[in-house]
């Protein structure tokens, strides 16, 4: 899920190519100032919560990136320090440091120092810092209350350091060196940013993500905060030789190819670099993700339009060809052909145009021929090539129709169903009396029993509830249709009054019918609850991710324990409040404090439930929010898979991160 960005007005930059083809000092131009960024910071990285703390690092990554596209950087490091701040390293040509004849100032200070400065001047290589927020690492110095940069070229070690974006000292020498590279270290400043922990998974993710983007750089990752059982720090490396075709094989490693080999292409079409991989697997959903120069394009765009327009055109002609579609008694369907469909797509476009809601889908018209023709010469190739392959993909895409035809007429059950009650809420629905969705909230409780207990707990002008028989169906394995005779199922799309295929895009969710803009999920704090928690997690994931891109998923935390004594009584989230509250709670003597451990939500009564998971004034909710569309989709396969090693070693690396949000 991403926030909206704001795009950078352009500025016009002036390139000048020194003699030797290569970029020197003079062809960095001034722009404008810092203060800016200090006074809107949202503006310019998106946010200043978590995800705005963790893109200053991607900021400083992607120059770093950018000299490795340029191919002259292999190697680049990223550290977290025990204070949060973060050292970034590379082993490129260096930021230039000669002294600007116009500004009379290192070229270094200039890049630092003034917004956009770093950015356009080497549009050959497709300047990945011009994409998304692409602000430069002039904004991560603004924003940092204390920088240090260090670069070795030329025989010699430069050094500046930076406070709020501005120059301590002049450029100096500190020594000789014969390497090359930039060394970034910046703190953030703390002022600015709601959140100042960095956190280990959301770096790894996106370096993984880089790695496999662009192969043949090697990208490391130290935790000077933590250390393993040999007493070294937490550290990993994420390198990748295949690119996508390695990236579509990591995305599917839980699922079960139906093809032995990524399908795959590299090329340059209209000057424009194109790289597509693509697998199948036994899976009903679709799995796409697209990318213009390292950015995620989550809401698409042409790059994605002209691979759909291959894909669909390719096969529809090989299948017509070989006759494997005359038995089939209705059409086959563009849908169709993407069923257990996996394929990363990365184009690198010289001047992107980004659109959409938040800013991440492509609008260069261009890009759909380029991709169109790659996708649709490689494809044509390979069915040729590769007959056994080819009608194992056809086999599933007739499937896939076949399936969709029962799935559309289940959704019209549904529907039809639902209009005959009179709108229809469920019977097991406690609705709330309030009517403005903005106010009110749904909790979906596990059983019966707890949802007996929430019901009488809850406010109910604002507050509705909706129990959920043990476990729901897992919608990971099965085929849409039978999704839409699940009772449970059909129970949480009536309460929320939002359909799929009853729009005129079949796929798209009709939210604004949306009941309740706070859905809240309420299970037992055991196994068995978070399991439950997962399932119902995974349903909205796959057919209603609209509402957790929208913010309206949230997790309700129940208390673990409760400390009392007498009167006195103290809940307790995790082990260390518990033995707080003991220690406060026994100081006239520890006898008599008793320690009651939570199981399920049916241990509590009515008050206790309310006090503790339902009232807004007091409760801990856990917002649900996408991070990385690939790496989530990946995450749930594998929790909802057959395989239970990759699961269990996820869980014990993951609990930790499980954090409260409000
Ligand atoms: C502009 C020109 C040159 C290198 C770089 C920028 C550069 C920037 C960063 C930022 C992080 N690491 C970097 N590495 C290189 C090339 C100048 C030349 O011709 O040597």
Known sequence: MTEKASQIEEVDTTKQKGDNGEYSADSITVLEGLEAVRLRPAMYIGDTGLRGLHHLVYEVVDNSIDEALAGYCKNINVFIHTDNSITVTDDGRGIPTGIMKKENKSALEIVMTVLHAGGKFNKDTYKVSGGLHGVGVSCVNALSIHVKTIVQREGKIFCQEYSKGKPLYDVKVIGESDKTGTSQTFLPDNTIFTESVYRYDILTARLRELAYLNKGVRLNITDEREKNEKEEFISDTFYSEGGLREFVEYLDANRERLIPEPIYVESEKYGMPVEVSMLYNTSF????????????????????????????????????????????????DGDDFREGLTAVISVKVAEPQFEGQTKTKLGNKEVIGAVDTAVGEMLTNYLEEHPKEARIIIDKVILAATARFAARKAREMVQRKGALTGGGLPGKLADCSEKDPGACEIFLVEGDSAGGTAKQGRNRAFQAVLPLRGKILNVEKAMEHKIYENEEIKNIYTALGVFKGTQEDQKALNIEKLRYHKIIIMCDADVDGSHITTLILTFFFRYMKELIENGHIYIATPPLYLVKKGKDQRYAWTEEERDNAIKEIGKNGKDNVGVQRYKGLGEMNAEQLWETTINPESRKLRKVTIESAAEADRIFSMLMGDDVLPRREFIEKNARYAKIDA
């Open 285 to 332: 959903n679709e799995n796409l993700h697209s990318y213009v120069n390292n950015i995620n394009t989550h809401e698409g765009g042409t790059h994605l339009a002209g691979f759909r327009r291959a894909l669909t055109r390719t096969l529809k002609t090989y299948a017509d060809k070989s006759g494997m579609l005359s038995k089939l008694k209705f059409e086959i």
